[in-house]
């Protein structure tokens, strides 16, 4: 594998912060612990047939609830910056609302207090889409009004806590996933009756209100650390220089990015195609609500791992007004637009049922991207990359027999990806920190434990954790381009 070239134009600059993620549910495991009480993934996979490949659930995972103390040390001694995770809200709340279980705030305390210890400043993402059961079983969840109350109430609890602690605040991660790409089975849990195409719009509507209500809580709590919120997507790349392939771009970044983007970052409001092409059932803000959304986001956080190839549909764009035939986007987005990732000579990600190969190294795009993002939304307080990734493809790890420590078409990936953030950051893009998905091997949600996203293996026997060759890819870009040090810590116990 190529080492990474040194280009004296290169540089990440002071107070760079740069680290890598995870989140409750795909980690931690003991889901019976504590007090915790079940969220709807934990339902998920008990309850329905093949939700993941191997009908593998969430109960032990990578056991880092006990283990989080060695993970925090490895990383730390690799000379990490930040460790990224997240709360899971039915620890908190074992009902989602009500009474606060004071063994999971302890918990978070020494998570919080390992990370400090360690010299590794912790990010925390407060919903990374872990939903307490009783709230869906009782309201719908994201679908009810009712959870932008409950959500502040959470966010009250976990600032008062650990506010002084804290690097870095996401509200909400990936509201597109959990809103649009993985809607909940069909009369699986009840107590909604928004028609299906209609509730990607109801559940986008809700958090975007639980989130700015959310940062400006903070604020007026004076706690410490930014406050954003988690965005996805990848680069969207015209097919052919058409003009119907310039709109349909144009329409994939208004449903995506820009369905929460533009509210937050730039006018308080949805984009004005999505107004016109949902319409009667776009939820509407009012001017106070729209006064609260703007501006509520101190960071652009986006995670980006891939990029696909937008086109207009064969059959012209449709009338958003009932079912889509996809049952995985039941929003109107697929009426819109259509896309490929079959032209860019990527490599490409394990394919597992039943995901598609989303995931491409498609990381020439990145440079544009970054602009994209910055020239559009126009972020006073610079973006992040909050989440990149790939997983090493299944033919790869046989042909070499090793699962595990060595992942080369990964390592480029990694290496790649942060060439071209230094091509942004020298063209002056102001990017502030990465977090690279993610700690260790985990739970992948529908693809189980098959798709492999660690910096780090961990055999599921025996919860060893070991790290791979594109873990050090990653470190060695801080350490040719870094303005701040790269300085491991070590604790002794
Ligand atoms: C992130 O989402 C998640 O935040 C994280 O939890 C996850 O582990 C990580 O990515 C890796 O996947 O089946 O073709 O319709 C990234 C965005 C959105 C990518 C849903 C996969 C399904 C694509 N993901 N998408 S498809």
């Keep these: 594998i190529p080492l990474m070239s040194k280009n004296e134009s290169w540089k990440f600059p002071a107070g760079f912060w740069w680290g890598v993620a995870s989140a409750a549910f795909q980690v931690e495991g003991a889901v019976k612990a504590e007090g915790r009480g079940p969220s709807i993934w ?39 910056k930040t460790y990224s995770f997240s709360i899971s809200w039915s620890r908190v ?3 989602g609302n009500g009474p606060v279980n004071e063994l999971a705030l302890a918990h ?23 939903l307490p059961l009783n ?31 804290v690097a870095r605040w996401f509200t909400v ?14 009369n699986y849990f009840t107590n909604t009756s928004i028609p299906k195409v209609q509730q990607p719009y109801w559940c986008g509507h809700h958090v975007i209100l639980a989130h700015a209500n959310a940062y400006h809580l903070a604020k007026s709590m004076g706690i410490n650390g930014t406050v954003s919120f988690k965005t ?34 730039l006018t308080g409001d949805y984009p004005q195609y999505l107004k016109e092409f949902v319409s009667g059932f776009l939820p509407e803000f009012t001017d106070a609500e729209k006064s ?22 064969d059959s012209g764009i449709a009338a958003c007004t009932s079912n889509t035939s996809n049952p ?32 491409h190294k498609a990381t020439d795009w990145v440079p544009l991207f970054l602009h994209y993002i910055q020239d559009t939304w126009k972020p006073t307080g610079g973006i992040a990359v909050t989440e990149f990734g790939f997983a090493e493809p299944f033919e790869v790890l046989k042909t070499i027999k090793a699962d595990i420590l060595f992942d080369p078409i990964r390592s480029s990936y990694y290496r790649e990806y942060m060439e071209a953030i230094l091509i942004a950051i020298s063209e002056g893009v102001d990017v502030k920190g990465t977090l690279a998905w993610s700690i260790v091997d985990n739970l992948e949600w529908n693809s189980g434990f098959q798709v492999k996203f660690g910096m780090q293996y961990v055999n599921l026997t025996t919860q060893e954790r070991a790290y791979k060759a594109s873990f050090f890819e990653y470190v060695n870009a801080f350490k040719l381009y870094g303005t701040d040090p790269v300085t491991p810590h070590f604790v002794s116990s």
Excluded at 140 to 165: E, M, T
């Design 328 to 359: 995985l986007y039941p929003s109107c987005a697929n009426t819109t637009y259509t896309y490929t990732t079959a032209d860019g000579g990527w490599n490409v990600g394990p394919a597992a049922d039943p995901l598609s190969p989303w995931l």
């Design 292 to 313: 609260l959304i703007n501006g509520s986001a101190d960071i652009f956080a986006h995670d980006a791992y891939t990029s696909q190839f937008y086109m207009a549909p």
């Design 135 to 165: 709230l869906q079983n009782t309201y719908g969840g994201w679908l009810g009004p009712q959870i932008v109350d409950d959500f502040v109430a959470y966010a009250k609890v976990v600032f008062g806590r650990y506010g002084n602690r």
């Design 232 to 265: 996805n997507g990848g680069y969207k790349i015209p097919l052919t220089n058409s003009s119907e392939d310039a709109i349909a771009v144009q329409r994939a970044w208004d449903f995506n990015e820009g369905w929460f983007a533009n509210p937050i970052f």
């Design 108 to 130: 978070y305390d020494d998570v919080i207090n390992t990370c400090i210890e360690y010299g590794v400043e912790p990010s925390v993402t407060l919903y990374h889409w872990d």
């Design 42 to 80: 934990d339902a998920l996979l008990h309850r329905v047939e093949g939700y993941t490949v191997a009908n593998q659930t969430g109960d032990i995972t990578d056991n880092q609830y006990y283990l989080y103390k060695q993970d925090i040390a490895r990383i730390a001694a690799l000379g990490v």
């Design 93 to 95: 709340f074992p009902f």
């Design 173 to 186: 991660n990936e509201p597109i996933v959990f809103c649009d790409n993985y809607p909940l089975p069909d």
